[in-house]
């Protein structure tokens, strides 16, 4: 009888070791990017799985390329509560601990086509603790510093770290206030008008560029029929008042316009009075900034900037449309490129009458 309940414990032993060493062999076989595909979000049926796949990737690279050890994949990417889309890691540098989760941190994903962002340390501590996607909703950014705070953007609210405290802030891309108007074709259009902002904050973290953290809502720039939201920190470089605040704005002219963003040199321009008042002038922003033959323009409602070198001291603001900008000669632009040319002329004259005396 012993023998016999000696050998079921083995058995038993046996029976577990194996389950335990196909757990552990299919755990290990989890990769960075690997989907659970039944368990998407239910609104994103037929997306494509390669971006979604894509996304979660990069991601990581960001942050092993920063210096942080994401530790292990824990499981493949899968829904959290019909929100975003998520993949969870352990150990590393990790040291988020929600609801008791040692050493946890997440990458997540708020739609197919958008940009994934780590959620970590502790914002995701302070996000748990705060009622996470109900009250501080999901990442739109990843945490950076501003001065002395860390910040992270959420898709309801800002978190702000300063030492131990911690603040849930209540600004965050595309919110209206109770400043924003009650009457008028900006209330007819608030929810559009607030959706047109938020697009804009998310192009350019897609693009790589962080605007920083909001510090105001969406209101009326003072004295005009002009929407603006201000974004503070982040890869933002101008100071155009002195305030010591290196900030950007998003800025919308009328329902009608898109919400484009003015940052950096571009802004200072814009601001600076060698190119004139920026609403009287040049007007709202139409279109973001892009570099033509190292120049960098910026289309506006009356005219365009063009900053020769990227740099606001020899701004230019010319009345017309950047599409009547010629692109310049090779001949010209290009001294290296004008040579070989010549060079090449040179010796097709050299060869065509040989040509021809061969005949």
Known sequence: ??????????????????????????????????????????????????????????EYDRQVASGFDMGLVYDAIQEWNQVVARQMFTGGDQSGSPWGWAQTGFIMLSAPAARAFTLKDAYLNAWSYNNHFDSVGFPVSNSFQYKDSGYQVFSKSTIKITGDEIEVLEHFPGRGDATYPETGDWNTEKAATLAAFRAEYDR???????????????KLWDGTQVMAQTFVGGDNTADPFGWDLKLCYIIKGSPAQPAVVVKGDMLVAWMNASVGNAFTVAGVPLEPERTISGNLYQQFANGYIKLPGGQATDAVFVAGTIGEVEEPNPTTADPGMALALALAAIALVGTVPALRRAR
């Open 204 to 218: 350019l973290q897609k693009e790589g560029y962080n605007p920083g953290y909001p510090h105001d809502s969406v």
């Open 1 to 58: 009888m012993f023998k016999k309940i000696l050998v079921l414990m083995l058995m038993s032993i046996f029976s577990l070791a194996v389950f335990a060493g196909v757990v552990l062999a299919e755990t290990e076989t989890i990769q960075v990017g690997d989907i659970n595909e039944d368990g998407l979000p239910a609104d994103w049926a037929g997306a494509d799985q390669n971006a979604i796949r894509d996304a979660f990737i990069a």
